[in-house]
């Protein structure tokens, strides 16, 4: 079978760039599909053209210039030793959910994207994550989960999820907070009309909810 295997993959190696990196791509599939790992993401990494990967629109992670040149030098140096994070929004095309910043690098620095020919390194997020409060949600975890974000864009991003009728207690597990969290960024949007039956001090600041927010997620971290 491995002799087989490396006559076959001898007729790949010929192909030209576009359909060596579709064949490939279709065995990745073909494995992933018989693998005792194909309910985990990271089974199966694909390397689509960078144009058919788009950045989300509510990513509150931040990093700040140092940061930024930090990983492009470890992905020029390193290579990508992680995959972006995607979901399918039709059948060419794909979302981030996580890797916001490797995406832009892969995309806006010419050596890097010489170096890859053009493509970005992928895994599909699982298909029961399909609408986009659970988006959002995969996205929060994925950053809580390894860095910093900014206040004001996680307020947004509660408030929109209370759009979309997430209780408090929902979004509190979903996000990895606790429900005091969830009220003060709320309360940061101004948007008090939405938690009338809720009770909280009207003495409340922006300032005071962002100071107090702060010391709670540096507790938690």
């Known amino acids: ?36 790992f194909n309910t985990e ?7 689509v053209k960078n144009s058919t990967v788009s950045a989300n629109d509510y ?19 390193d290579g990508y030793t992680q995959p972006i994070v995607s979901m ?6 794909r979302e981030v959910i ?13 050596d890097i994207q010489s170096r890859v020919h053009g493509y970005l390194p992928i ?16 996205t929060i975890r994925h950053n809580r989960a390894r860095g910093k974000h900014r206040i004001d864009a996680m307020s947004e991003i509660v408030l929109d999820l209370k759009k979309r009728n997430w209780s408090d207690k929902k979004i509190s597990k979903q996000l990895g ?6 009220l003060r960024l709320t309360q940061l949007t101004g948007l008090s009309e939405l938690f009338k039956n809720k009770e909280f001090s009207e003495a409340w600041e922006a300032e005071i909810i962002v100071e ?4 709670i997620t540096n507790e938690k971290n």
């Open 98 to 110: 996580d890797g916001f910043h490797r995406n832009r690098v892969g995309k806006e620095c010419n």
């Open 212 to 215: 107090d927010y702060e010391k």
């Open 123 to 138: 895994v599909t997020i699982r298909d029961t994550q399909e609408n986009k409060g659970d988006r959002i949600a995969s």
């Open 177 to 182: 907070m606790d429900q005091d969290e969830v």
């Open 59 to 77: 990513n509150p992670n931040s990093v700040a210039p140092p940061e930024m040149e930090l990983l492009r030098l470890s992905i020029a140096n």
């Open 41 to 47: 993401p990271v089974d199966c990494v694909l390397w």
């Open 1 to 36: 079978m491995k002799t087989q295997f490396k006559n076959l993959l001898k007729k790949v190696e010929k192909l030209n760039i576009e359909e060596k990196v579709k064949i490939i791509n279709d065995f990745k599939i073909m494995m992933h599909e018989i693998s005792p």
């Open 88 to 93: 399918k929004t039709d059948n060419e095309n």
